[in-house]
């Protein structure tokens, strides 16, 4: 959420960000209700002030034995007008945020211009795309002959867009989730948490999912809560309604949690393999940090994503999104994307994303930098650290062999038994 004051005071600015996100919001109306509670406001202060006024003067002539009754009668005239213009700038502040709340985080100056994903900019692309000397297959060959995925009983199971990893399809799952959780603990100075997989509409409200993006979430209708969209939410919503003391940021943190999204919109696209799914594995990134720094933190966290992928051997490239292709919250956001030899696509596995002061203003969530200092609102990111579903269907993409079987990166054969290659059985 935005600063109702800085909303207030740059209305070009605001509306320029928002065209720029290509985003619709009826400011209108907004900056209308605005006006009429700061003149509400003012008329309750002067009259607050008038109440107060002949409160003392009461008092003084009580003391001198004086009549005060008309004194009295306007007193409570006051008091009476007072409650009234409470009542409705309770009313129009409701209305005022109710509407703030559909306003987008502003894009950063780096951001940029542009409509949809043709107008993102690749920064850099990093490892050599594999040369075949046979045709690559598709990861969903791969592991249907590997026995790793059983795509039909999933189906059967759930519906379409669900997956059943069978064998050492599960243990390569899990093996790529202890894997970059030990990487981000050990080497990247993450404090590992495990989150809930459900959570609260509050929860959805501060990280910027609701109110725009219910239609493509599980609801939880008797309890009225959701199924984790993205381990975003449930990791920085822990500090919600906080105040951090003094010595707390910046803090990072890292979390292993099944996500699931419904994806209504997206009917009938990357349905093949594992490219578009409704449940997906996924390790979570996520920093709170001062505003001064979050810049510089943001840089550093791409660092940390790139690094999953270079111990992975996977080519991958890293692209600056453009304003139109961000998301609601995001002040400035990367993707990382993947090369799929079998597909002949880059697949996205990963975005990074720094929301600024805009999450932590829509949760309440601030800090201190010193004892007794004013609170402040700190700065969020978060990034996939990473996406499960299409890093595991390029591995094997990217590892294959000839024979169908897929050679085990070396960062990751402890996390297997030591294990050096997938095989076909038999």
Not at 138 to 143: E, I, R, V
Not at 236 to 241: E, F, K, L, M, Q
Not at 407 to 421: F, H, Q, S, V
């Amino acid at each position: 959420m935005l600063d109702l004051k800085f909303l207030r005071n740059n209305r070009d600015k605001v509306e320029s960000g928002i065209a720029l996100k290509g985003m619709s919001v009826d400011l209108t109306q907004f900056y209308q209700i605005e006006e009429r509670r700061l003149a509400l406001l003012h008329e309750t202060e002067q009259l607050k002030a008038r109440r107060n006024a002949a409160s003392e003067q009461i008092a003084t002539l009580k003391k001198t034995g004086q009549d005060a009754s008309a004194q009295i009668a306007e007193m409570r005239e006051l008091g009476d007008r007072v409650k009234e213009l409470d009542a409705d700038l309770r009313q129009l502040e409701e209305e005022s945020l109710t509407l703030s709340a559909w306003i987008p985080n502003l894009p950063h100056p780096s951001v940029p211009p542009g409509h949809d994903a043709t107008n993102n900019q690749v920064v850099r692309e990093v490892g050599e795309r594999r040369t075949f000397d046979f045709e690559p297959k598709p990861h969903w060959d791969l592991a249907t002959n590997l026995g790793l995925l059983d795509f039909e009983r999933a189906s059967k199971i759930s519906g379409s867009g669900f997956l059943l990893f069978t064998g050492m399809g599960a243990k390569l799952e899990r093996a790529l989730i202890g894997f970059m959780l030990d990487y981000h603990v050990e080497k990247h100075g993450y404090r590992e948490v495990s989150p809930p997989h459900v959570v609260r509409r509050a929860a959805l409200f501060g990280t910027g999912q609701l109110p725009k993006l219910e239609g493509d979430m599980y609801h939880i209708g008797e309890d009225d809560l959701f199924l984790n969209p993205t381990a975003e939410v449930p990791v920085t919503n822990i500090w919600r309604d906080e105040i951090l003391e003094p010595g707390t940021l910046p803090m990072y943190t890292c979390a292993y949690c099944a996500s699931y999204r419904r994806e209504a919109g997206a009917a009938g696209r990357d349905t093949r393999g594992m490219v578009r799914v409704h449940q997906f594995d996924k390790v979570e990134l996520v920093k709170v940090v001062p505003p001064e720094t979050s810049y510089d933190e943001h840089e550093k966290l791409a660092r940390d994503v790139a690094d999953i992928f270079e111990a992975l051997e996977l080519p991958y490239r890293v692209l600056l999104l453009c304003s139109g292709d961000m998301s609601f919250a995001a002040a400035k956001c990367y993707d990382f994307e993947v090369w799929s030899p079998g597909t002949g696509a880059w697949l996205e596995c990963s975005s990074c994303s720094n929301f600024e002061d805009f999450q932590a203003r829509r949760m309440g969530m601030r800090f201190r930098r010193e004892p007794g200092a004013k609170a402040e609102f700190p700065h969020t990111l978060n990034a996939s650290g990473v996406a499960l579903p299409r890093t595991f269907a390029t591995l094997l993409e990217n590892h294959q062999r000839a024979d169908g079987s897929v050679t085990i990166p070396k960062a990751l054969r402890p996390y297997l038994g030591g294990l050096e290659a997938l095989v076909p059985k038999g």
